[in-house]
T-cell receptor, first 113, second 114 residues
Framework: NAGVTQTPKFQVLKTGQSMTLQCAQD?????MSWYRQDPGMGLRLIHYSVGAGITDQGEVPNGYNVSRSTTEDFPLRLLSAAPSQTSVYFC????????????FGPGTRLTVL | GDSVTQMEGPVTLSEEAFLTINCTYTATGYPSLFWYVQYPGEGLQLLLK?????DKGSNKGFEATYRKETTSFHLEKGSVQVSDSAVYFC?????????????FGTGTSLTVIP
């Protein structure tokens, strides 16, 4: 099993550009989520999904869109990149229900100039 | 709402020293509690977890006990090694109504020197 994969690993964008961060998992997990990690702030939830066709907002959703057309894939779209979106982005997946471990991808380091 | 408060870092210890990283939580229901570890340039990995009060999670010499009376889940290790240098995150998992939403602490950076 590959677990949770993310692409790209690094990305540099100019302000106003759009892009999609890819996330895929091969564990048949219902729950998938996107976090951003910033120094001194831990991980903050952007969006999450409890199954194909179902998504919801987390703590910091502004400027990001998601969709979940399959169980395996959960892409994150930046609509118009801003310097405030410079961060490290992590995708995670798990079975639903409290007590289940979330499995994390290796992360995407994004810089917006 | 639910939240996790974690000991501020960075923490620097000599090899074989005793480690404690404090973690307290606020939750309305009956959360599960986790410690994750992040090595440089990598994603987070589960270190240990506990799903109910008085449970003790343990792995690789690390331990943490779920204390409902003090709403705490402190991480301990009796003798740290250089290879333990990493960032440690305390987290709680909300009850199933939101799928499996996690709340993370801000992380504690640990450096172990030989």
């Amino acid at each position: 099993n590959a677990g949770v994969t993310q692409t790209p690993k690094f990305q540099v964008l100019k302000t106003g550009q759009s892009m999609t961060l890819q996330c895929a998992q091969d564990m048949n997990h219902e729950y998938m989520s996107w976090y951003r990690q910033d120094p001194g702030m831990g991980l903050r939830l952007i969006h999450y999904s409890v199954g194909a066709g179902i998504t919801d907002q987390g703590e910091v959703p502004n400027g990001y869109n998601v969709s979940r057309s399959t169980t395996e894939d959960f892409p994150l779209r930046l609509l118009s990149a801003a310097p405030s979106q410079t961060s490290v982005y992590f995708c995670a997946s798990s079975r639903t229900g409290s007590g289940n471990e979330q499995f994390f991808g290796p992360g995407t380091r994004l810089t917006v100039l | 709402g639910d939240s996790v408060t974690q000991m501020e870092g960075p923490v620097t210890l000599s090899e074989e020293a005793f480690l404690t990283i404090n973690c307290t939580y606020t939750a309305t229901g009956y959360p599960s509690l986790f410690w994750y570890v992040q090595y440089p340039g990598e994603g987070l990995q589960l270190l240990l977890k506990a799903t109910k009060a008085d449970d003790k999670g343990s792995n690789k010499g690390f331990e943490a006990t779920y204390r409902k009376e003090t709403t705490s889940f402190h991480l301990e290790k009796g003798s740290v090694q250089v290879s333990d240098s990493a960032v440690y995150f305390c987290a709680l998992s909300d009850p199933p109504v939101t799928g499996n939403q996690f709340y993370f602490g801000t992380g504690t950076s640990l450096t172990v020197i030989p």
